[in-house]
């Protein structure tokens, strides 16, 4: 018995992109979200409760640049949504706007990569978005007042609280001073601090993530395998030959009836005769 090559599962090279396709996200699409979503809403909570590993947000980003790297631009949009809701039930509004600007950063670094493009191209899009994102938060800063009033004096207080800490430690109270003129000088021009910053942020959070990106990529090569329905149906239709109903070729096979029953117009088959 032989089975044709084409009826088993083929699959693809574990250095080949999953091809890409239009309509509906297919069931490895919204599986691979799923994950990566949840694991960019673990690391901002994490960063949300323990303050004082909140750098680690900068990492939230690489999950959907890993999404866009090894699917549609839809699966990141899905993961984005995903991850929100599960991060405003979790950790509060501020996590889903964590949430909201990872997912933007970090999926058009994976997309980039994909479609064979350096860092260059990388850089080139945070140069161009990060203007954008500034302008933005400027402008939903003067929006909405009494947030931005809010948490200036949130950072005012932080900054004094430490200071005064600092001082009963022994620091210099010039020192201490200088701090908290620095402090009221750089929040009084807080729309130029605060587009700055943006300025800063995205060329940085972009580029680190397309550097985590291009050390994940070779870890996550095996996603291209887990969608084993696919690469059948790829390989089926990598052929010529039609799909029969039995993909089986049967040799010295013979019919016949037991000795002394026989009946009318039946024949018996030679056993060197071949069947399919």
């Keep these: 018995m032989s089975v044709p090559v084409r009826s088993a599962v083929r699959p693809l090279s574990p250095r080949t992109v999953p091809e890409m396709r239009s309509g509906a996200l297919r069931p490895a699409e919204v599986a691979n979200a799923g994950v990566f979503s ?8 994490v960063g949300t409760f323990l303050p004082h590993l909140g750098v680690i947000m900068l990492l939230s980003a690489v999950p959907f640049a890993i999404v866009g790297l090894r ?8 993961a984005a ?21 990872c997912a933007l950063l970090g999926g058009p670094c994976g997309i980039i990569r994909r479609r064979g493009r350096g860092s260059g191209a990388v850089a080139l899009l945070a140069a161009g978005l990060a203007p954008v994102l500034a302008a933005v938060v400027v402008g939903m800063s ?9 948490t200036l004096g949130t950072i005012r207080a932080t900054v004094a609280g430490f ?6 430690l022994r620091l210099p109270v010039s020192a201490g001073d200088a701090v908290v003129r620095v402090t009221d000088t750089l929040l009084g021009a807080w729309p130029v601090v605060v587009a700055a910053a943006i300025l800063i942020g995205v060329l940085v959070e972009m ?3 397309n550097a985590f990106v291009i050390l994940a990529a070779r870890r996550v090569e095996w996603l291209a395998q887990t969608d084993l329905f696919d690469a059948a149906a790829r390989a089926d239709a990598a052929t010529d030959a039609p799909v029969a109903p039995v993909p089986l070729e049967l ?8 000795r002394g029953v026989r ?9 060197d005769r071949r069947i399919r």
């Design 207 to 209: 580029l680190l993530t």
């Design 38 to 45: 949840a694991l960019a809403v673990i690391i901002v909570s």
């Design 142 to 150: 003067y929006l909405f007042a009494g947030i931005r009033e809010l």
């Design 251 to 258: 040799c010295g096979v013979g019919f016949g009836q037991p």
């Design 81 to 101: 949504v995903a991850a929100g809701f599960v991060a405003f039930l979790a950790a509060g509004a501020f996590a889903t706007v964590v949430i909201a600007g």
């Design 163 to 168: 200071v005064q800490i600092a001082e009963f």
């Design 263 to 271: 009946a009318r117009g039946a024949r018996r088959c030679r056993p």
């Design 71 to 78: 699917y549609r631009a839809r699966a990141v949009i899905a």
